[in-house]
């Protein structure tokens, strides 16, 4: 016995054969074959047809002529409630055996394999097809085609914009493929372009019927800022926002609303673009042939101002007739001013009618009109020596312009500034903005200028001068001025003088500064040039009293002793710097003499 438990069968022994007296010698893999010949040849990852042998609520088993049969979940026949024992269906192979030795099937995947080749063919051969419409989404809507999710963009739901995409959810509606990503199994569909065909052959017809100046009764599809699309019944025409109305229009929805029945002319058309210009204001006669054939140049007219600019302001007198207010027009005054200072869009204003052309269409405005012009009676309010209260608008290096009223300028020359002071700029004497006394030294009506003096308002102090600053005088003088030429005296009694550097020398042989203050002789006044020249050194020169002493003694040939040789013997001993107050002293002698 112990010899028998070392004895193994023979792997390549078939007992059965034995039993049955067959051949013992066939070989085992032969027979593999030969059975898995008599099985279906499947291939992985292909749709085959199967056959419903079993089934409970939660799985379905199918038989496929293999080896084995496959089971599937019974959710993916949840579509077709009525499938029973013996039905025929289609399934995916994804697996032949698995770690189990069992076959996997699916049909879910046989159903979306089928409904791939089935949306390749409809795109390939442009068919349409039924889907139905899941739910909205980001631009568009989702379409359940065959099982497989596709994407409708709103543009392609229909010809015309879509405002509630809500309405069409839950709807089936057929579709054209238009376009599939491979990689990513994405498909986009189209609804808008079945109707498209259809609207092309009407687009065409009612375009060659159509005629310039016709007028077709159309609805409004869309309103933009630019203008109105409207639907005339397959085709579409823009009626651009200037063809709404005679008048200005801001905003397209101030004339029409969406869906709204009008009529419109056409204005131009063309058959290769497509394109149809509409009009509706055409509709109506043009308000200038409206306009009140009795308003003429000079009425008074109310209206509305609807656009601005720098140079003026756009007046709506009645819808579609406007008139320009240039900014020149607004105020009597000369100064360059922007038209905004004066209106804004919205205001009502009152103007009057300067010019008026029926035929062109055109008119222009004046507001400044309403208001007197105040160089019609510039003589009566502004006489020549009247005072008034002016403010300085601008300097130039010759004098101030100031404007005592709006549309009244003025001009104060530089030399009318002050009577004593030398104003080199005005800027030294006031500031633009300020406020400025002044009196009216003449009118000139024509070109509509003011000559105006400041100083005048004062007494000239030159009358006074006169008397106090007489040749040979002596007065107390500051040097204000140092100059190359001489220096600038400030003269105790008002005004200023001036002294060359000869007569600045003082008694010790030095020269007088700045800031010091000595005696000053006058060796010349002038009224008209308003110049007194002073000498410091006159004031101690030995026989200065002599000389002027002497003076008189001397007469011409009518009685008097002849003073010419005297001036002359002094004249001798001058610089060029006294001929003039010598000159001024003879005349004082002559005069002297005659008396």
């Known amino acids: 016995m112990s010899d028998l438990k070392n004895v193994q069968p023979l792997d390549e022994f078939n007992w059965d054969e034995f039993e049955n007296g067959a051949n013992v010698n066939i070989n085992k893999d032969d027979l593999k074959k030969a059975y898995d ?40 026949f949840r579509y077709n409630p009525e499938l029973k024992v013996g039905d025929k269906v289609e399934v995916y192979v994804e697996d032949q055996e698995d770690k189990k030795g069992q076959l996997v099937l699916s049909h879910k995947k046989a159903r979306l394999a089928k ?26 809507m989702i379409v359940d085609i065959y099982g497989i999710e596709a994407f409708l963009p709103g543009s392609q739901i229909d010809v015309h914009p879509i405002r509630d995409y809500d309405v069409f959810v839950g709807k089936t509606m057929e579709f054209k493929v238009v376009k599939i990503n491979q990689e990513f199994r994405n498909v986009v569909v189209s609804h808008k372009a079945l109707i498209e065909a259809e609207l092309e052959a009407q687009r065409k017809e009612i375009i060659s019927k159509l005629e310039k100046g016709q007028i077709l009764e159309g609805t409004v599809k869309n309103i933009t800022s630019y203008g109105v699309f409207v639907d005339l019944g397959g085709v579409d025409g823009l009626i651009h926002i200037t063809d709404l109305s005679w008048g200005r229009v801001n905003d397209p929805h101030e004339v029409v609303t969406l869906d709204q029945k009008i009529k419109v002319v056409i204005l131009d058309f063309d058959e290769e673009k497509k394109r149809i210009a509409l009009g509706l204001k055409q509709l109506t006669p043009h308000p200038w042939d409206s306009l009140d054939p009795e308003l003429k140049v000079g009425d008074h007219i109310k209206g509305k101002v609807v656009v ?7 007046v709506e007198i009645q819808p579609g007739v406007e008139g320009l207010i240039h900014v020149s027009e607004m105020s009597w005054s000369q100064h360059l001013r922007s038209a905004q200072e004066f209106m804004k869009v919205g205001d009502e204003v009152e103007a009057v009618i300067l010019t008026l052309d029926r035929e062109e269409r055109k008119m222009s405005l004046g507001i ?59 800027s030294e004497f006031t500031t633009v903005g300020a406020d400025i006394d ?44 140092m100059m190359d030429k001489g220096a600038v005296i400030t003269l105790e009694e008002g005004g200023e003088g001036f002294a060359t550097p000869k007569h600045l020398q003082k008694e010790d042989g030095t020269q007088a500064k700045q800031g010091e203050e000595l005696d000053f002789k006058v060796i010349e006044f002038v009224k008209d040039s308003k110049r007194i020249i002073l000498s410091h050194s006159r004031t101690f020169e030995e026989g200065k009293d002599d000389f002027k002493a002497a003076a008189p003694r001397h007469h011409n040939n009518n009685g008097h ?35």
Not at 42 to 67: F, L, P, R, S, W
């Open 308 to 314: 601005m600019a720098d140079y003026g302001a756009f």
């Open 368 to 426: 400044k009109q309403l208001k007197e012009d105040p160089w019609e009676t510039i003589e009566v309010k502004y006489p020549v020596g009247s005072k008034h209260t002016a403010k300085v608008r601008n300097f130039t290096n010759f004098g101030i312009f100031v404007e005592l009223e709006e549309g009244v300028d003025g001009l104060i020359h530089i030399s009318d500034l002050s009577w004593t002071k030398k104003v080199k700029h005005p």
């Open 561 to 595: 002793k002849n003073e010419g040789s005297a001036i002359n013997n002094v004249v001798a001993g001058t610089s060029l710097g006294d001929i003039d107050a010598l000159a001024q002293l003879k005349a004082e002698m002559e005069k002297n003499g005659n008396k």
């Open 438 to 481: 002044v009196i009216v030294l003449d009118i000139d009506k024509e070109n509509r200028r003011l000559s105006l003096g400041h100083k005048q308002l004062e007494e000239n102090p030159w009358n006074k001068y006169e008397e106090i600053y007489t040749p040979g005088s002596v007065h107390k003088g500051k040097i204000a001025e």
């Open 37 to 76: 010949e008599t099985l279906n040849k499947i291939q992985e990852h292909e749709v085959v047809e199967g056959t419903v042998i079993a089934m409970d609520k939660k799985e379905v088993i199918v038989n496929i002529g293999y080896k084995s049969d496959g089971i599937i979940p019974a959710s993916e």
């Open 115 to 140: 409904s791939w080749e089935k949306i390749n063919k409809a795109l390939e051969d442009e068919e349409v097809i039924q889907g139905f419409i899941k739910c909205r989404t980001k631009g568009g």
